[in-house]
């Protein structure tokens, strides 16, 4: 990757947005407004599906540096697997697997039948060769209980929106996985959340909004949008104390490397 001339440590000009869902009907009444201001403003942002509308959305709206993970969220993760027999043209014209994972929190869907589709769906992405994108509210022994049994994994694994502390993080990172930090990071009381960013290694690192989720603390209560990852950034910086032009780079080789795409900037 080329180096940017970018001295003040408080700028960046490309930002990642490594978790969106900007196909969400929260968006349907600004949407084409909002995508220009994000590709003005973002290097490049990750679209990840929930279920098999928003999965072809996001393949339909991307662009072709706009990685797309397809699956389904465990709060939709009911009645029979054969649901994911129609994605599987989607499996192989996505870059991830993802949103998969565990719920305790907010789902309605029983744990057992939400760990049915979390396996099936990581066995998917194991055969062909997807990354894995990770949900876990309150889940976490769970998920990795999960993925233990497979073993070493092959694909780049990704726990975003990680909401948990240094011992949580630690036991990922063992795993090589690569954990991804929202705008709940700036949060006042998040201070075991920022604990745990200050810990993982910069290779391991992803930084994200979950629009139209988790807006940052300065827009907090109202909707969210990938331009807001810059409030994620600053806050990171903060926490890491490193110049911003070098978390951008790092940022921008993680992502890409997750989602096997090429990223250009001048």
């Given amino acids: 990757m080329s180096d940017n001339n970018m001295s003040d440590q408080h700028s960046c000009s490309y930002y990642i947005d490594s978790h969106a869902h900007l196909q969400d009907p929260a968006y349907d009444d600004d949407r084409e407004d909002v995508l220009e201001k994000v590709r003005g403003e ?4 990750a679209w990840v599906g929930y279920d098999i509308e928003s999965s072809q959305k996001a393949l339909q709206l991307r662009h072709p540096q706009e990685p797309v993970a397809v699956g389904v969220h465990p709060h939709n993760a009911t009645g029979s697997l054969d649901v994911l027999k129609q994605y599987e043209n989607m499996y192989q014209e996505a870059n991830a697997v993802g949103e998969i994972g ?3 929190v907010r789902s309605e869907t029983a744990l057992e039948d939400q760990l049915v589709w979390f396996r099936r769906q990581v ?3 194991l055969y062909f060769g997807k990354p894995i994108v990770i949900h876990e509210r309150e889940a976490f022994p769970y998920v990795m209980e999960v993925l233990n049994k497979y073993g070493s994994i092959p694909v780049p694994v990704v726990l975003h929106c990680f909401s948990h502390g240094p011992n949580e993080a630690l036991e990922a990172l063992k795993k090589d996985f690569f954990i991804s930090f929202a705008g709940n990071i700036t949060y006042p009381k998040a201070d075991s959340l920022r604990s ?3 810990m993982v290694p910069l290779d391991h690192l992803l930084l994200e909004t979950d629009s139209p989720y988790l807006p940052p603390q300065v827009i907090r209560g109202k909707r969210n949008d990938p331009t807001y990852v810059k409030e994620v950034y600053k806050k990171a910086v903060e926490v890491t104390d490193m110049p911003m032009d070098e978390l951008c780079q790092v940022i921008c080789r993680n992502f890409a490397h997750v989602f096997g795409i090429s990223l250009t900037f001048s």
């Fill in 102 to 104: 565990l719920d305790t």
């Fill in 42 to 45: 973002l290097l490049s942002f």
């Fill in 196 to 198: 745990a960013l200050k």
């Fill in 123 to 125: 066995e998917i992405a």
